[in-house]
């Protein structure tokens, strides 16, 4: 029997706010978070780039204690995020809480500035990189550390599916639960890739915009790099029903595929098949009570593919 997954904590480390209710602030005020700014490596290689870095946030990544002090900055976001979801949730962990508890953290690159450092390191001081910079890149970092942290002893493991990592986290998260293989986890994501290395690479591809993101707009010319975290706290119904819980939402459907064609250049096919399995997938009978979260990275190729699907899908 499959069971019922709802949301009961959320969390967030953004350009826009930095936890959940500067967050939604931001959101209610249409802010953006898109500022100039140059990033250098070494004394002389640079670039200025139009970006949505996070600021101000070094008292609390001093406070997240030495084992994290020492970790990459996309793993120190999620568990900023964490953090917060899990006060959000009001939730205790005790041992039988952490033993039926998952992790799954995504990211779509890891450990960027730890790259750029190491190489640094290596190619222009003749140094080695730091002793620990593998387990500072590997994708499922955050997760580990949330694991030891929180002592969740259930799944923990990284996704890495480019923009599409946080909601495959969300949904395949759900699926453990739903099917018996965890009562509680945290789901999300985390990117920290604002550094001369990612960046320049970025712009190697011709797809950054020169002043601002715009999607769905006939003036759009690219997306921008920003930085960031997510993370919910997901738990079987009747659990968090038991606890008092402040339920948020339920997750009611999730789908995934792929078109199997490009993978700079979307398929209409593909995206509309995605949205079909969701709503086969849904456990309410109203398709009708819809909320799009559009990719929407305001480039001359997705946009248009997007707008497509979701009309395929439910008409224009």
Same mark, same amino acid.
């Given at each position: 029997?499959?069971?019922?997954?709802?949301?009961?904590?959320?969390?967030?480390?953004?350009?826009?706010?930095?936890?959940?209710?500067? !967050?939604?602030?931001?959101?209610?005020?249409?802010?953006?978070?898109?500022?100039?700014?140059?990033?250098?490596?070494?004394?002389?290689?640079?670039?200025?780039?139009?970006?949505?870095?996070?600021?101000?946030?070094?008292?609390?990544?001093?406070?997240?204690?030495?084992?994290?002090?020492?970790?990459?900055? !996309?793993?120190?976001?999620? %568990?900023?995020?964490?953090?917060?979801?899990?006060?959000?949730?009001?939730?205790?962990?005790?041992?039988?809480?952490?033993?039926?508890?998952?992790?799954?953290?995504?990211?779509?690159?890891?450990?960027?500035?730890?790259?750029?450092?190491?190489?640094?390191?290596?190619?222009? /001081?003749?140094?080695?990189?730091?002793?620990?910079?593998?387990?500072?890149?590997?994708?499922?970092?955050?997760?580990?550390?949330?694991?030891?942290?929180?002592? =969740?002893?259930?799944?923990?493991?990284?996704?890495?599916?480019?923009?599409?990592?946080?909601?495959?986290?969300?949904? %395949?998260? =759900?699926?453990?639960?739903?099917?018996?293989?965890?009562?509680?986890?945290?789901?999300?994501?985390?990117?920290?890739?604002?550094?001369?290395?990612?960046?320049?690479?970025?712009?190697?591809?011709?797809?950054?915009?020169?002043?601002?993101? /715009?999607? !769905?707009?006939?003036?759009?010319?690219?997306?921008?790099?920003?930085?960031? =975290?997510?993370?919910?706290?997901?738990?079987?119904?009747?659990?968090?029903?038991?606890?008092?819980?402040?339920? %948020? @939402?339920?997750?009611?459907?999730?789908?995934?595929?792929?078109?199997?064609?490009?993978?700079?250049?979307?398929?209409?096919?593909?995206?509309?098949?995605?949205?079909?399995? @969701?709503?086969?997938?849904?456990?309410?009978?109203?398709?009708?009570?819809?909320?799009?979260?559009?990719?929407?990275?305001?480039?001359?190729?997705?946009?248009?593919?997007?707008?497509?699907? %979701?009309?395929?899908?439910?008409?224009?």
């Amino acid at each position: 029997m499959t069971r019922n997954v709802v949301v009961t904590g959320m969390g967030v480390v953004s350009p826009i706010g930095a936890d959940l209710g500067a !967050f939604w602030d931001g959101l209610s005020s249409g802010q953006n978070g898109i500022i100039n700014r140059e990033y250098t490596l070494g004394d002389d290689l640079s670039i200025t780039l139009p970006t949505a870095p996070i600021d101000g946030l070094d008292e609390r990544l001093n406070n997240l204690g030495r084992e994290l002090s020492r970790a990459d900055r !996309f793993s120190q976001l999620a %568990v900023l995020a964490a953090d917060e979801a899990i006060a959000n949730a009001g939730l205790e962990i005790d041992d039988e809480t952490g033993a039926r508890m998952a992790c799954i953290i995504g990211t779509g690159i890891g450990g960027q500035a730890t790259f750029d450092h190491g190489y640094e390191q290596m190619l222009r /001081r003749g140094k080695r990189p730091h002793p620990l910079s593998i387990l500072k890149i590997i994708t499922n970092a955050p997760a580990s550390h949330m694991s030891i942290r929180y002592g =969740a002893r259930g799944p923990a493991f990284a996704i890495s599916s480019a923009c599409a990592t946080g909601a495959h986290s969300i949904g %395949v998260c =759900a699926d453990i639960i739903r099917h018996g293989g965890a009562d509680v986890a945290l789901a999300g994501a985390s990117e920290a890739v604002l550094t001369f290395g990612a960046l320049t690479t970025w712009k190697a591809m011709h797809i950054l915009a020169s002043e601002t993101c /715009r999607p !769905f707009s006939k003036n759009r010319n690219g997306l921008v790099i920003g930085e960031g =975290a997510g993370v919910l706290v997901l738990e079987e119904e009747e659990r968090a029903r038991k606890r008092g819980a402040n339920i %948020v @939402a339920r997750l009611a459907g999730f789908g995934m595929n792929a078109d199997g064609k490009d993978m700079i250049n979307p398929e209409v096919d593909g995206a509309a098949g995605a949205i079909r399995l @969701a709503l086969g997938d849904m456990t309410i009978n109203d398709p009708s009570a819809v909320y799009i979260n559009a990719h929407g990275t305001g480039t001359l190729l997705n946009d248009p593919t997007e707008t497509k699907a %979701v009309r395929e899908v439910f008409g224009a």
